[in-house]
């Protein structure tokens, strides 16, 4: 199970904020349909 630390350096990634709110939304809506608890993006926002 990811840590808190590590989604919030995921946040911290060099992308624009529109992009960055995009991948955090698509991400973490593929993990609650796939009930994982990793999206399969390592290092991207969400996962």
């Known amino acids: 199970m990811p840590s808190l630390k ?14 960055k709110v995009r991948r955090l939304v698509a991400n973490n809506w593929t993990k609650i349909r796939s009930r994982s608890s990793c999206c399969g993006h390592p290092g991207e926002p969400g996962c």
């Open 6 to 19: 590590a989604m919030l350096s995921n946040l911290k990634a060099p992308m624009p904020l529109g992009r």
